[in-house]
């Protein structure tokens, strides 16, 4: 510090400068902490993509990001079932594909082997429903060798070692098509045989996987449709999981189940907060003391003390299994607090006139208060939906089966189950981020009401 | 008069009686009836008989719920505790004067509004043996020579510019912000040279750690219950943070202006005016911590049987499990026995918090 004293005035740059430079890691902190929170959904949307979730975790340089595979996939569908976005292999189709292999120099190249196999789509409920096999309409013409280039760099790559390699390639032309009339089939596979040491190295879709050592290509859907491919894993869990009975997507009805669920409730809880809490902020009356602590002490106590009477209460009235078990299963505590809070700011004067008017409460309630309580309103039906549409522990406990009654979030509780073992993450990713999306519109729609300072105003009281 | 206040007295009792009649149905009766369930061997089926205290004396020689005990509440403890620490830290950093402020508050809040079924299930996604964190741990212990090398170039740049700094008479700290601006930029373009040179060298690794199967403890609680850890202040930390934002901006800001003219550098700001303000926040927020951890459920729910029960049960799921596990005949009266446990339990951890922990005034 001796020499500070040396020089006589800091230039007012100086500080300057340090302000600004100060922001800038202040910008950069929080942009990193931004990038922890929202990348985490990131890569686990990209996984969602792969064909296989827990395949090299960390590379998200895959087919299904690539271009050149979205031309593809679109061209496929369009040639298999004349739909470009969903694909499919219908009467009439006929879908020529080509496959560029390479070898070393001193190698000579073998005739791919191509097959169409008789292989059930996916691993879920839908499988076990499966009639129609591509392999039984499908005809495959033999390749044709279309070109030949020497020089040419390529990688070898096998398991997590890969060789640069240098040598000539060849690419063969074939087609498969729909033999005679029949049913328009959803996944045509592919595999493709051909010795070890012929890579393949460029083809109109990427392979989804490569099995027996590199030997075999294999393809899960040759006519994909743009989207059958991007986003296979979500049309996946949408189709893939019916219900045995009926045959009906199961993910169709937890959606509109998990809506009806969140809706009804909303609007009980409304119902419920506003009288409630208009009577407990404005109306003196015998016990309100008591029920005020009352209405505390229930949200003290976990959910888990009294389920199991509740679960008695609506099995006796034999509505186990029904949506109306988890929309009238509703103690507002938490509402009525927000209401009773946001009510008890309001002047005396403001009701007064009306009661001299000889006004009821009810009318009080509805004329004069409520259309004052819109900020309040929002953030107990906004936070309300989120809450009824995130719940999980009651629905899990009276929704058991049939498995068309779940709702979203037990719904995946099953697909963990059923599809966890097979380590099927693709799928079971895709429905977690399905189950997010009417939450986050909410979200995008209406972010002020959850990050205003609506809350924190109800919290502090 | 009378008649007035009776009348008073009516309305406002049909005002409040829908919500009444719900939490003395769904409240007030299931709370005596787990009571008096705790005292049976209650099993759904077959007609309750009396036993006494024999469930809660069963309760204290299980293993398994001494152990979910033990596992609740060192869980709700030690994410009470970080969560706190964090939140207010991110809702400093966020109350600072920057422009942009709203963007931020809305890209942290995301991961609190979604389900937990939906973020439990990418979490486990993440946690798997051969999954992104296992692959991201592996990346950055193959790239330890050019973080320790990056690490060493950026100390050695600040001490030289400092010195050079103090030298011409100037005061700058060690942590200068804009030279640090320059440390930094000049060791990235060091250590993006030695890379491409190939001057260091790294060897490719594969760690493959098992989160969320293994039976192994870490510190004082199992190694599963350490990953729901992060995932549970993962979503709870943005909730936090707005309530101490919210917090935050009650401070008048006169008493930081007095502060800095006394010479209060800002951690010490940070401890004397920010942290004590904030008390009353900081009271609500910790007895709400500590109510929804001791009632974690959903992500142990979730784990299912890839994890071993002993690692990943809490008191709620053993309540749970007694009750309705898919083995056996429902145990409804030590289920309540233990939930009546969980209940007592939230109390006492909620009454010493306002006794001895975060005080509502300070």
């Known amino acids: ?461 | 008069m009378i008649s007035k206040a009776l009348q008073r007295n009516f309305y406002g009792w049909m005002l409040v009686l829908p919500f009444v009649l719900t939490l003395l149905v769904f409240f007030v009766f299931a709370l005596i009836r787990t009571v008096s369930y705790s005292f049976t061997d209650y099993d759904l089926f077959s007609p309750a008989n009396f036993v006494g205290f024999d469930n809660f004396i069963n309760l204290l020689n299980d293993e398994l719920f001494l152990r979910a005990t033990i596992n609740t509440v060192t869980f709700s403890l030690v994410v009470t505790v970080i969560q706190t620490v964090l939140a207010l830290g991110l809702a400093v950093l966020l109350n600072s004067k920057i422009k942009g402020k709203t963007f931020f508050r809305t890209a942290f809040y995301v991961p609190s509004i979604l389900s937990s079924a939906s973020v439990t299930l990418i979490f486990i996604w993440i946690y798997q043996k051969n999954g992104f964190l296992n692959g991201f741990i592996s990346q950055i212990v193959e790239s330890t020579p050019y973080i320790v090398s990056a690490i060493l170039c950026f100390f050695i740049l600040q001490t030289v510019q400092v010195i050079h700094h103090r030298f011409i008479g100037l005061p700058t700290r060690f942590f200068d912000p804009l030279l640090a601006i320059i440390s930094l930029f000049i060791t990235v373009v060091m250590v993006y040279i030695t890379n491409r040179t190939g001057l260091i060298t790294s060897t490719p690794m594969a760690i493959s750690m098992n989160w969320l199967g293994s039976r192994d403890d870490f510190g004082p609680m199992p190694v599963t219950l350490w990953a729901i850890t992060i995932q549970n202040i993962y979503t709870t930390v943005p909730t936090i943070m707005l309530l101490f934002l919210a917090g935050l901006q009650t401070i008048p800001s006169d008493l930081y202006e007095a502060a800095e003219i006394d010479g209060a550098n800002k951690w010490q700001q940070l401890r004397h005016i920010t942290v004590p303000q904030l008390a009353p926040v900081t009271f609500v927020v910790v007895t709400l911590s500590i109510i929804g951890t001791l009632q974690m459920f959903d992500q142990v729910a979730l784990l299912g049987t890839s994890s071993p029960l002993e690692s990943r049960i809490t008191l709620a799921y053993y309540v749970y499990h007694q009750a309705f596990s898919d083995s056996g005949t429902p145990q409804i009266g030590v289920s309540s026995a233990a939930a009546l446990i969980l209940g007592a339990l939230t109390l006492v951890i909620v009454f010493i918090q306002n006794k001895f922990g975060v005080k509502e005034k300070s």
């Open chain 1, 1 to 461: 510090m001796k020499h500070a004293t040396q020089i006589k005035s800091i230039p007012d740059t100086y500080y300057k400068r340090r302000r600004l430079a100060k922001t800038a890691w202040v910008y950069s902190a929080l942009l990193l902490i931004a990038i922890t929170t929202l990348g985490t959904f990131a890569i686990a949307f990209m996984a969602s993509l792969k064909d296989n979730a827990l395949s090299e975790p960390t590379n998200f340089n895959f087919g299904q990001v690539r271009p050149s595979n979205w031309v593809g996939a679109l061209n496929l569908g369009l040639a298999g079932n004349n739909a470009p976005l969903f694909g499919g292999f219908a009467p009439g189709a006929d879908i020529s594909f080509e496959i560029t292999y390479a070898v070393s120099d001193d190698d000579s190249f073998a005739t791919p082997v191509i097959k169409i196999p008789r292989r059930r789509p996916g691993t879920g409920m839908a499988a076990a429903l499966t009639t129609n096999y591509a392999a039984d309409y499908a005809i495959v013409t033999s390749p044709v060798l279309i070109e030949q280039q020497d020089n040419v760099n390529y990688t070898l790559k096998r398991g997590v070692k890969k060789d640069f390699l240098k040598g000539k390639s060849a690419t063969w032309r074939f087609s498969v098509k729909y033999q005679g009339e029949g049913p328009v089939i959803d996944t045509l596979p592919l595999d493709i045989t051909t010795p070890r040491s012929q890579m393949l190295i460029d083809s109109t879709l990427d392979p989804s996987r490569f099995e027996r050592r590199g030997r075999v290509a294999s393809w899960v859907n040759m006519s994909p449709g743009l989207i059958g491919y991007v986003f296979r894993s979500y049309v996946r869990v949408w189709n893939e999981s019916v219900s045995l009975e009926t045959g009906q997507s199961l993910f169709l009805s937890w959606t509109s189940n998990s809506f009806f669920i969140a809706l009804a409730k909303v609007l009980l809880t409304v119902v419920i907060a506003c009288t409630a809490g208009y009577a407990m902020a404005r109306m003196s009356f015998i016990g309100a003391r008591f029920l005020f602590l009352l209405m505390i002490f229930s949200m003290t106590i976990p959910g888990q003390v009294t389920f199991i009477s509740n679960y008695e209460i609506f099995n006796a009235l034999g509505i186990l299994n029904t949506p109306w078990a988890v929309i009238t299963m509703l103690v507002a505590s938490g509402q009525v607090l927000i209401m009773k809070q946001f009510f008890e700011k309001f002047p005396r004067e403001l009701e007064e006139a009306a009661i001299v008017d000889g006004a009821s409460p009810l009318a009080i309630l509805v004329h004069v208060f409520l259309p004052l309580a819109k900020p309040a309103l929002a953030s107990i039906i906004i936070l309300g939906f989120q809450g009824a549409w995130n719940d999980f522990f009651w629905p899990m406990v009276v929704l058991t089966s049939p498995a068309d009654v779940y709702t979203l979030p037990v719904g995946l509780l099953s697909l963990r189950n059923a599809y966890g073992v097979a380590g099927d993450w693709s799928l079971i990713l895709a429905g977690s981020f399905l189950t997010t999306i009417p939450v986050l519109v909410v979200f995008i729609i209406f972010q002020r009401h959850f990050t205003g300072n609506n809350i924190g105003s109800a919290v502090k009281g």
